[in-house]
Structures are given as structure tokens and as C-alpha cells.
Nanobody
Framework: VQLVESGGGLVQPGGSLRLSCAAS????????MNWYRQAPGKERELVAIITNTGGYTNYADSVKGRFTISRDNAKKAVYLQMNSLKPDDTAVYYC????????????WGQGTQVTVSP
């Protein structure tokens, strides 16, 4: 199983970024996918989730209305569109999934840095 994030970078407040996560080594269309983030000195937090079909999504209150999670099962990829970025969004963003059946192994990508600064 491999998850590879990309798309991070430095952006000014109010700007936008689109993160991508390329998946391989498992049946992507069977797995719900998540984006987490971890800011310096803080615990890792769940940002957004999307079910395997893309039919359900949910977001942390702090990003609702600004971030959108989506997926393309044909391309085995999940995305996080981030708009109206704020300095508080600065963090390393991780792609995550859990095997849907026992044993429910958890998989993480290496993360991509997002920095929001003037």
C-alpha cells in the first residue's frame, strides 16, 4: 500500500491550493479516504472524509465551507481543494485510509507541507 501526497506549498492568506493523494497497492474504490493535518506543536486532526463511492463527505468545523474533498476512483486519487486559506491552516497534510475489513490496518502518506503566510 502506498499513498503519495502532493500539491503543498506556500500561499498567502485568502489563497487556494489543491492537494492530491495518489494511491496504489490496494483496491482503491473499496476504501474510504481521509485527509488529516498536523500543525507544529499540535495533535494530528481529521480534516475531511469521503466514502469509497464519494457519496458522503464530512469536514472538520474549522474548514467547512472552505475545503472540498473529492476522489477519482478511475485514477486512484483523492483530492483536497482548499480555498480562503488562513494562517491557522498551516500544517503538514496527510492522506489516510483504513482497510475496510479485519484486520483494519491503517495507512498514511508521507505528508505535504502547507504554509499560509503573507
Amino acid at each position: 500500500v502506498q499513498l503519495v501526497e502532493s500539491g503543498g506549498g506556500l500561499v498567502q492568506p485568502g489563497g487556494s491550493l489543491r492537494l492530491s493523494c495518489a494511491a496504489s497497492g490496494f483496491t482503491f474504490s473499496s476504501y474510504d479516504m481521509n485527509w488529516y493535518r498536523q500543525a507544529p506543536g499540535k495533535e494530528r486532526e481529521l480534516v475531511a472524509i469521503i466514502t469509497n463511492t464519494g457519496g458522503y463527505t464530512n469536514y472538520a468545523d474549522s474548514v467547512k465551507g472552505r475545503f472540498t474533498i473529492s476522489r477519482d476512483n478511475a485514477k486512484k486519487a483523492v483530492y483536497l481543494q482548499m480555498n480562503s486559506l488562513k494562517p491557522d491552516d498551516t500544517a503538514v497534510y496527510y492522506c489516510n485510509t483504513r482497510r475496510p475489513v479485519s484486520p483494519q490496518y491503517v495507512y498514511w502518506g508521507q505528508g505535504t507541507q502547507v504554509t499560509v503566510s503573507p
